[in-house]
């Protein structure tokens, strides 16, 4: 593996194919997971301003207003 195309990391495990499938699986749930997370979390602000009309946005977001 190369690293930002400068430095040559030594492979820490052998090839192995169906670990490389186990673990791109496990690599696509987190990042779908994290996704999730962030509109979850986007939606709950947006609702804290818009629905409860509290500042809790506005105390993230100074410019708000």
């Not at 190369?2 to 495990?13: D, T």
């Not at 791109?24 to 996704?35: C, F, P, R, S, Y």
């Amino acid at each position: 593996m190369v690293l930002f195309g400068i430095w040559q990391l030594p492979g820490l495990v052998p090839k192995d194919k169906p670990l490389f499938e186990i673990l791109k699986d496990v690599h696509e749930a987190l990042n779908t997971g994290l996704l999730v997370l962030v509109i979850v979390h986007v939606a709950a602000a947006l609702k804290h301003h818009f629905v409860d009309r509290d500042a809790t946005l506005r105390r993230m977001l100074p410019w708000v207003g």
